[in-house]
């Protein structure tokens, strides 16, 4: 597809259950991020991976929170456990490179709420 | 210590106007790129203007122009002739190139209201 896209576009569950946060990334780029954003806040970065690696998973906030990249594609978040903290929308973004000069192009989000 | 900082939670301006929205930094790297991105209320990001550390000349695309000072560490945004459609939030972000720390770091975000 021409963006980044991400599914599913809304996902309620509830707590204590497991779930997954997929994302496409524009073909041919190989850095993919994934951040978080509570209701009214800013992004929260989450982890890194340039091609299917992850040099930076700082972001990750508990063992609950998982993520792979394969192919150097598709990446999927899992959170385990899901607690209503975790509700947020989750964004997935993706760059040609991890040089400070290139943008980041975002998808649409996972709107999470966990009940 | 915050990477970006944005002082104004909320601004309002009226149509046509033009409007300064304030980011200040915080990298000891050389080797950087600062970013605006606009996130209307559908929730998506969208890039508005790039500003490399090392460029001389401040950047512009079109409405959007980027005040960048460097020795201050800030690179404030400016909208000229505001419109309706430029209400949203406001982020500004950072990529420093030292290490593999090269995930953008946003800042807290500004909303605009652009009234009539």
């Known amino acids: 597809g021409a963006g980044v896209s991400q599914s599913p576009s809304n996902k309620v569950t509830e707590k204590g259950k497991d779930v997954e946060l997929r994302c496409d990334p524009i073909s041919g780029h190989t850095a993919l991020y994934w951040y978080r954003q509570r209701l009214g806040q800013g992004l929260e970065f989450l982890i890194y991976?340039?091609?299917?690696?992850?040099?930076?998973k700082s972001g990750l906030p508990s063992d609950r929170f998982s993520a792979e990249r394969t192919g150097e594609s598709v990446s999927t978040l899992t959170i385990q456990r899901t607690q209503q903290e975790d509700s947020a929308v989750y964004l997935c973004a993706s760059s040609l490179g991890y040089m400070e000069n290139t943008e980041a192009f975002f998808g649409q989000g996972t709107r999470l709420t966990v009940v | 210590a915050q990477k970006i900082t944005q002082t104004q939670p909320g601004m309002f301006v009226q149509e046509k106007e033009a409007v300064t929205l304030d980011c200040t930094y915080d990298?000891?790297?050389?080797?950087?790129?600062l970013f605006w991105y606009k996130q209307p209320s559908s929730g998506e990001m969208i890039f508005l203007i790039y500003q490399g550390s090392y460029d001389q000349q401040n950047a512009t695309e079109g409405r959007y122009s980027l005040n960048f000072q460097k020795a201050r560490k800030s690179a404030n945004l400016v909208i000229s002739a505001s419109q309706l459609g430029d209400s949203a939030m406001y982020f500004c972000a950072m990529r420093e190139q030292g290490g593999t720390a090269s995930k953008l770091t946003f800042g807290t975000g500004t909303r605009l209201q652009v009234t009539l």
């Open positions: 990298t000891s790297d050389p080797s950087y790129g």
């Open positions: 991976f340039q091609g299917n690696s992850a040099p930076d």
